[in-house]
T-cell receptor
């Protein structure tokens, strides 16, 4: 069974559309994250949820809205998509927020905005 | 805030060559340090980690030692294989202040190994 799964794997859409990416983890972890990887492979944290509560919210446009219906799921909804949103989005989870806690990553969702 | 700096890539080596990818960091407190690997078309996989000074992480022939005095966590492998071709990311997990719990990545180093 995949530990951290994301759907869809690929997403191609037009500018201005609204789309969602789903993430699920079956590791029983309390904390989940979204990371964005740009075209130069640079990875940056976007959000983190712990027990369904938002704990990290980097300077991300408010068009991006994470939603955590339960501890095992963290979805990312993006409104009014822009060309610059094209990237690979990775979901991750960890048992806790502490420094030594391992983060497990999903396979990524490649978003292309045309 | 926390930051991680990796050596510029891409790095191109012949099979069985020695590999070093330099990584230095700045951070508050005592972060944990990681190397992640991303194979072509795939997600991130944890390669190795170290949680305190002088710890050595190792996996699949790769090693890295947490050096607090030089704030470094260089990745090494004695003999690379074609299958090691990937992007390697150095990362730290913040231990203090606003960086607590955040995984901060270096810019990634592309490694290509030729037969």
């Amino acid at each position: 069974d995949t530990a951290v799964s994301q759907t869809p794997k690929y997403l191609v859409t037009q500018m201005g559309n609204d789309k969602s990416i789903k993430c699920e983890q079956n590791l029983g972890h309390d904390t989940m994250y979204w990371y964005k990887q740009d075209s130069k492979k640079f990875l940056k944290i976007m959000f983190s949820y712990n027990n369904k509560e938002l704990i990290i919210n980097e300077t991300v446009p408010n068009r991006f809205s994470p939603k955590s219906p339960d501890k095992a799921h963290l979805n990312l909804h993006i409104n009014s998509l822009e060309l610059g949103d094209s990237a690979v989005y990775f979901c991750a989870s960890s048992q806790e927020v502490t420094s030594g806690s391992l983060k497990y990553f999903g396979p990524g969702t490649r978003l292309t905005v045309l | 805030g926390d930051s991680v700096t990796q050596m510029e890539g891409p790095v191109t080596l012949s099979e069985e060559a020695f590999l070093t990818i330099n990584c230095t960091y700045t951070a508050t407190g005592y972060p944990s340090l990681f190397w992640y690997v991303q194979y072509p078309g795939e997600g991130l996989q944890l390669l190795l980690k170290a949680t305190k000074a002088d710890d050595k992480g190792s996996n699949k022939g790769f090693e890295a030692t947490y050096r607090k005095e030089t704030t470094s966590f260089h990745l090494e492998k004695g003999s690379v294989q074609v299958s090691d071709s990937a992007v390697y990311f150095c990362a730290l997990n913040g231990a203090g202040g606003t960086s607590y719990g955040k995984l901060t990545f270096g810019q990634g180093t592309i490694l290509t190994v030729h037969p």
